[in-house]
């Protein structure tokens, strides 16, 4: 059991680490488009509320690897998406919000491990570990919910666009990794709330594959050539001229490179 404990541990290292890594190619979208789009904050500020909240768990229990490790890991990302969401977004207060509500958590959780650690609240250690891990566990659940957010919308629009499905995805597996790591390690605390987050992000999965994005227009290419014509009259004459100007597309800037005078009558 201890080679497979130990296989199970490094193993939901990496698929919590991919997870921690899943919204860059959502970010990515955002910093081509300048702007966040359809994108939502909550996934993020979520996965930084849970892994700010084991990691103090992880260190009352002293479980290092693969806990406490990859949840470090996970609130540098997630503060560094959030830094860029919120450059470019135009909602601030939106994300004000939502900021707030996550600090007021975090505040509660933290006054509670400082209070239960150190003896103010006459609990025993045990009392405060499991204390600590409901809390913990419902801020999971919160994470991999997240993604539902629009789920109202999907389902009336018929259109999955808003589901982040490379992240439900990654939360999937790694949901899935956590369990077997948590039935290996006899931990309640982390097998209920990722076996229930592994039925949200099915359904998350699920939905997009019901409801896949339709398709929008398509853009022009980066070297897409375009023919402005104007017809003119040229002075002294009865003919039109057209007057033809190339422009090349690019990043939807329109660069004049040549204009061409041709008889058009």
Known sequence: MSDVLTALRVLSTITAIIAALS??????RIYKNRS???????????????????????????????????CTVGMFTSVAFGAFYYHW????????????????VLAVYTLYYALGTSGV???????????????????????????LETMKEVVQTKDASTIPI?????FLVNAAVWVAYAIADNNIFLLVPNAIGMILCTIQVTLYLMYR???????????????????????????????????????????????DVLPFL
């Open 89 to 104: 977004s135009n909602d601030h207060r939106h994300i004000h919000q939502i900021y707030n509500v996550a600090f007021k």
């Open 121 to 147: 609240t006459n609990q025993s250690n045990d009392h405060v570990e499991t204390t600590l891990g409901i809390l913990s566990s419902v801020v999971n659940l919160a994470l991999d919910a997240s993604p």
């Open 213 to 259: 994005p339709k398709q929008t227009s398509t853009h022009m290419n980066d070297k897409e050539e375009v023919q402005v014509v104007d017809f003119r009259q040229r002075p002294g004459t009865r003919g039109l001229y057209a007057s033809v100007d190339h422009v090349d597309s690019m990043d939807n800037e329109h660069n004049n490179n040549s204009t």
């Open 23 to 28: 919204p860059a190619p959502d970010f990515w």
């Open 166 to 170: 490379i992240l439900s995805t990654s």
């Open 36 to 70: 966040t789009g359809t994108v939502s904050i909550l996934p993020v500020v979520t996965m930084f509320c849970n892994c700010y909240m084991w990691i103090m768990y992880a260190h009352l229990v002293n479980n290092f690897l693969p806990q406490f490790v990859i």
